[in-house]
């Protein structure tokens, strides 16, 4: 229940979960941090028992350390509860979060199974929320990551305040065993590697003993592995290197000494690596090989120390991770990516076209890049102005963030050429909109295989035919579309006459010469129009060539 000094108790509470979770990272031993994760529950929690089950490898708990009742400790310590027995008690009751709370009515038929237990007796409770003595919670100890091991579960018993824990008092346990499930962790790591690192650089003799164990760990290990110094001026500069860190980046033992993973890791992951935590870090990025060439590894590190108050040495796992980086980039170029032609489909060519335009217009007073129904057009007979289908500009959830200022003053705003077919001297991005002729035909008449073997030629083609910088996407069906910045109106022409020209000749397809034509249609991209707009005017012009076009064929013939 909330009171007056609810507040005054929180503070003190949040000072003792403070103090003893501080006290966690002080222990120098698992021996030591997991008496020291029950001796907190009693000092900093108000609980007057804690026992502390750990995990053992086979998978059964193991009473680890108990804290508040010596005779209870003498009982129950290193006697061990079966998984089975314990998984049973942790989907029991009621769940607080990842606590677990099994009141003393369901609680009974846990008197006698095979999980160590120490309870007394005592009067049924005399008001809701009081504590019975055959009550058990329950906090579970995962390790990090998405996984959630199981590392243990500490299980509290006889709050001092008689009272089941409110909101506060389980998010503080809570809190305390996620705290406690980091230090154990912690504590396990140093107490694998320190036996085989803690004499490593100081003392020959000892070494000599341990050498050949952790020779196997760390020579051998299937990924790499690195000391290197810390503080000082040498800091960071590798000691060791194991032979498949050598392999990895294709240099000796001998010159890997010369460096630190400052001096090998990308110029653009220097960032990440300066940010990654000496103790417990992890990152993801690239090391450069011998051959100037870069790879992606997973770097995680640890601190170990040569004695408790000698020198620290950093150790370094590092994973090959290349294998995976290429598979999330073939993902997402087949996410971006037509997949029988290999251009980029129709979601990049919008996403390379918006990054280009704004929308804020590039001038004041300048005209869009086509209008259907301004003067200049008047002489296609036949062709009816249709009007705009875009009155607002996020209608179709392709606009954009506004452009105000600030970290967008550095955009550079287009504009397009205004004088129709006329170059006016104006450069700016055209975008060709390409429809093959007579392509329906041959899917009909020869089927989708030979349809498609046309449509990775048009593509092959369309792509020699442009320079490095162009893009060419296709849209879908037989529609192509080229962005070609910093043309003028008659160098755009020019580009659509040449790759009409590149189409045109005939594409073999299994023994048989086929043809298809192209009609091209030149849009601009304007700061002030939306990505649908630029490609609606080039979509509007094409149609508009290619129905002068027939016209023409059809007075001819």
Same mark, same amino acid.
């Given at each position: 229940?909330?009171?007056? =000094?609810?507040?005054?108790?929180?503070?003190?509470?949040?000072?003792?979960?403070?103090?003893?979770?501080?006290?966690?990272?002080?222990?120098? =031993?698992?021996?030591?941090?997991?008496?020291?994760?029950?001796?907190?529950?009693?000092?900093?929690?108000?609980?007057?028992?804690?026992?502390?089950?750990?995990?053992? $490898?086979?998978?059964?708990?193991?009473?680890?350390?108990?804290?508040?009742?010596?005779?209870?400790?003498?009982?129950?310590?290193?006697?061990?509860?079966?998984?089975?027995?314990?998984?049973?008690?942790?989907? !029991?009751?009621?769940?607080?979060?990842?606590?677990?709370?099994?009141?003393?009515?369901?609680?009974?038929?846990?008197?006698?199974?095979?999980?160590?237990?120490?309870?007394?007796?005592?009067?049924?409770?005399?008001?809701?929320?009081?504590?019975?003595?055959?009550?058990?919670?329950?906090?579970?100890? &995962?390790?990090?990551?998405?996984?959630? %091991?199981?590392?243990?579960?500490?299980?509290?018993?006889?709050?001092?305040?008689?009272?089941?824990?409110?909101?506060?008092?389980?998010?503080?346990?809570?809190?305390?065993?996620?705290?406690?499930?980091?230090?154990?962790?912690?504590?396990?790591?140093?107490?694998? !590697?320190?036996?085989?690192?803690?004499?490593? %650089?100081?003392?020959?003799?000892?070494?000599?003993?341990?050498?050949?164990?952790?020779?196997?760990?760390?020579? &051998?290990?299937?990924?790499? !592995?690195?000391?290197?110094?810390?503080?000082?001026?040498?800091?960071?500069?590798?000691?060791?290197?194991?032979?498949?860190?050598?392999?990895?980046?294709?240099?000796?033992?001998?010159? !890997?000494?010369?460096?630190?993973?400052?001096?090998?890791?990308? $110029?653009?992951?220097?960032?990440?690596?300066?940010?990654?935590?000496?103790?417990?870090?992890?990152?993801?990025?690239?090391?450069?090989?011998?051959?100037?060439?870069?790879?992606?590894?997973?770097?995680?590190? @640890?601190?170990?120390?040569?004695?408790?108050?000698?020198?620290?040495?950093?150790?370094?796992?590092? /994973?090959?991770?290349?294998?995976?980086?290429?598979?999330?980039?073939?993902?997402?170029?087949?996410? @971006?990516?037509?997949?029988?032609?290999?251009?980029?489909?129709?979601?990049?060519?919008?996403?390379?076209? =918006?990054?280009?335009?704004?929308?804020?217009?590039?001038?004041?007073?300048? /005209?869009?890049?086509?209008?259907?129904?301004? %003067?200049?057009?008047?002489?296609?007979?036949?062709?009816? $102005?249709?009007?705009?289908?875009?009155?607002?500009?996020?209608?179709?959830?392709?606009?954009?963030?506004?452009?105000?200022?600030?970290?967008?003053?550095?955009?550079?705003?287009?504009?397009?050429?205004?004088?129709?077919?006329?170059?006016?001297?104006?450069?700016?991005?055209?975008?060709?909109?390409?429809?093959?002729?007579?392509?329906?035909?041959?899917?009909?008449?020869?089927?989708?295989?030979?349809?498609?073997?046309?449509?990775?030629?048009?593509?092959?083609?369309?792509?020699?035919?442009?320079?490095?910088?162009?893009?060419?996407?296709?849209?879908?069906?037989?529609?192509?579309?080229?962005?070609?910045?910093?043309?003028?109106?008659?160098?755009?022409?020019?580009?659509?006459?040449?790759?009409?020209?590149?189409?045109? $000749?005939?594409?073999?397809?299994?023994?048989?010469?086929?043809?298809?034509?192209?009609?091209?249609?030149?849009?601009?991209?304007?700061?002030?129009?939306?990505?649908?707009?630029?490609?609606?005017?080039?979509?509007?012009?094409?149609?508009?060539?290619?129905?002068?076009?027939?016209?023409?064929?059809?007075?001819?013939?």
């Amino acid at each position: 229940m909330e009171t007056e =000094s609810e507040p005054y108790v929180r503070l003190s509470t949040l000072r003792q979960l403070h103090q003893v979770v501080t006290d966690l990272n002080t222990a120098r =031993s698992l021996a030591d941090t997991l008496q020291t994760v029950a001796d907190g529950v009693v000092a900093g929690l108000n609980y007057e028992l804690a026992c502390v089950n750990l995990v053992r $490898p086979d998978g059964d708990l193991v009473v680890a350390a108990f804290a508040g009742s010596s005779a209870a400790e003498a009982l129950i310590t290193g006697r061990v509860g079966p998984r089975e027995s314990w998984e049973k008690r942790l989907s !029991m009751g009621v769940a607080w979060g990842d606590l677990r709370f099994i009141p003393h009515t369901e609680g009974w038929v846990l008197m006698e199974d095979d999980v160590p237990q120490w309870h007394t007796d005592g009067p049924a409770p005399r008001f809701e929320d009081e504590w019975h003595p055959h009550d058990r919670l329950y906090a579970p100890m &995962y390790a990090s990551g998405s996984g959630r %091991e199981l590392l243990g579960v500490i299980s509290v018993d006889r709050p001092r305040n008689g009272r089941h824990p409110g909101p506060w008092g389980q998010e503080a346990l809570q809190m305390y065993a996620s705290q406690s499930a980091i230090a154990i962790s912690n504590a396990r790591l140093r107490s694998n !590697m320190q036996r085989a690192l803690v004499r490593l %650089e100081r003392e020959q003799q000892a070494l000599r003993a341990s050498e050949e164990s952790f020779r196997q760990a760390f020579e &051998y290990a299937p990924s790499g !592995m690195a000391i290197a110094e810390m503080g000082g001026d040498q800091h960071g500069r590798l000691l060791r290197t194991n032979d498949a860190l050598c392999r990895l980046l294709g240099r000796p033992a001998s010159v !890997m000494r010369r460096y630190s993973f400052a001096d090998l890791v990308h $110029p653009e992951d220097i960032g990440t690596l300066l940010r990654t935590s000496a103790e417990g870090g992890r990152a993801e990025l690239r090391l450069g090989r011998r051959d100037g060439t870069y790879v992606w590894v997973s770097l995680r590190n @640890s601190v170990v120390a040569d004695t408790a108050d000698g020198p620290r040495f950093l150790l370094t796992h590092v /994973e090959d991770i290349e294998e995976r980086k290429r598979h999330e980039l073939q993902l997402a170029h087949r996410a @971006s990516h037509d997949a029988l032609t290999g251009l980029p489909n129709s979601a990049e060519l919008r996403s390379r076209l =918006s990054a280009r335009i704004c929308e804020r217009p590039g001038a004041p007073g300048n /005209e869009p890049a086509y209008d259907p129904g301004r %003067e200049g057009y008047e002489g296609y007979e036949g062709y009816e $102005p249709q009007p705009q289908p875009y009155e607002h500009e996020h209608e179709h959830g392709f606009g954009f963030e506004s452009v105000g200022g600030g970290a967008y003053d550095h955009h550079v705003h287009i504009v397009a050429p205004t004088g129709g077919e006329v170059d006016d001297g104006t450069k700016g991005l055209a975008v060709l909109f390409c429809d093959l002729d007579g392509f329906k035909s041959i899917n009909d008449r020869f089927g989708h295989h030979t349809g498609d073997a046309v449509l990775i030629e048009v593509a092959r083609r369309l792509t020699t035919g442009v320079r490095d910088g162009d893009t060419v996407a296709r849209l879908g069906g037989d529609e192509f579309v080229v962005l070609a910045d910093g043309l003028g109106a008659a160098d755009a022409a020019d580009l659509a006459v040449r790759l009409r020209n590149a189409i045109i $000749p005939p594409i073999r397809v299994d023994g048989r010469a086929v043809r298809v034509g192209a009609s091209f249609g030149i849009g601009w991209a304007e700061c002030g129009m939306t990505v649908e707009e630029v490609l609606n005017s080039a979509d509007q012009r094409m149609y508009v060539e290619k129905r002068s076009r027939a016209k023409v064929h059809r007075r001819a013939g």
